[in-house]
């Protein structure tokens, strides 16, 4: 499938590729709608990167090995893998330094932001170059192994927080990064999660995953959010959002910037931040947490299968990214081959 402009996607048939020498061909067992999937579908753009040419999404996803290249040694047709969608070059001075999310020169599957655009994963077949696969030899579903990618989210997210063992925890924003940052921050230690959204489902799966208390943010008062959070997580991209964060946060805490904040730009109270002494960071994709993520799920350490909603085929992918925008029904959505 191709999504070649707001609401606009065809699905053309192609001949499975072929594998140069480090290559694999992968077949598709499940690959999670995300947000910026949502975006590409319903307007063509995520922020700046706008859709230049047909883009194939996709960016969460596991699947089975089909075929390998000839000097291809780790990896075996019919193994189960999950599926790293960051290439990083590793050869700039960030990836030399051990931050490949941030390379300069990355290339991120599923994505608008360089041209030609790096195309994803919503489809049939596709080559994976073999660094970017890790085999899983349990019993774990396809499904659950998807959720390796935004796992691997959120525990950037917590480690860009800092220690957190005995703290109490914010995480505004209920969603699947939302709920997969309790699973992370209870790993972490957290003795205390709260959650807040605007909306109830997702405060319902919040808690179904580990949060201590619930929060309905639109409905509080001042005082009850006020100095609750030792660290703040934003997972909901929101400027709401973030306002509870500057408010909940107790001085000498910590924000951590997950979700996708609007591109046109937002007031933001930096005094507060300086008077109150607030570390703000950000957290942009994740590295090296990719590989704890799929440790993680392989030995069942969290249970992310709460989160899945539903698993459509790709025939019906456009019903299914119109299941994931509705927030009041689902929670992550899949597409399976």
């Not at 994740?286 to 993520?293: K, P």
């Not at 392989?298 to 790709?314: N, Y």
Request: hydrophobic share 40%; charged share 20%; net charge neutral.
């Amino acid at each position: 499938m191709h999504i070649h402009g707001s609401e606009d996607l065809r699905y053309t048939e192609t001949e499975a590729p072929s594998p140069g020498p480090h290559d694999v061909r992968v077949r598709l067992g499940a690959a999670g709608i995300c947000g910026s999937d949502l975006h590409y579908f319903f307007h063509g753009k995520v922020g700046a990167f706008v859709i230049r040419e047909p883009l194939t999404p996709g960016h969460e996803a596991a699947g089975i090995v089909d075929a390998v290249g000839s000097a291809v040694t780790r990896l075996a047709p019919g193994m189960k893998v999950a599926i790293n969608p960051s290439h990083a070059c590793g050869q700039c001075d960030y990836c030399r330094e051990g931050r490949d999310n941030l390379c300069r020169n990355m290339r991120f599957l599923g994505s608008a932001s360089v041209y030609p655009h790096v195309q994803g994963m919503f489809r049939q077949h596709f080559l994976m170059h073999e660094r970017q696969l890790t085999p899983v030899d349990t019993d774990l579903s396809l499904g659950e192994l998807a959720f390796a990618e935004p796992l691997s989210v959120a525990l950037h997210g917590v480690n860009r927080a800092g220690p957190l063992l005995g703290k109490t925890v914010l995480v505004t924003g209920g969603g699947t990064i939302g709920s997969l940052t309790v699973m992370a921050a209870r790993l972490a230690g957290a003795a205390r999660i709260v959650v807040c959204d605007i909306a109830d489902r997702p405060l319902e799966v919040a808690r179904t995953v580990g949060a201590d208390e619930t929060i309905r943010s639109d409905q509080a008062t001042p005082a009850e959010l006020q100095d609750i959070a030792d660290i703040s997580l934003e997972a909901a991209g929101s400027p709401g959002a973030l306002a509870t964060c500057l408010a909940a946060t107790r001085r000498g805490g910590r924000i951590v910037q997950i979700g996708t904040l609007p591109a046109e730009g937002l007031h933001f109270p930096a005094n507060s931040v300086m008077a109150r002494e607030l570390d703000y960071v950000g957290a942009f994709r994740f590295g090296r947490e990719f590989d704890w993520a799929v440790q993680t799920l392989a030995r069942r350490r969290l249970d992310v299968r709460p989160l899945l909603s539903a698993q459509l085929p790709l025939a019906r992918a456009i019903e299914a990214f119109h299941l994931a925008a509705d927030k009041g029904r689902s929670t992550k959505v899949q597409l399976t081959g």
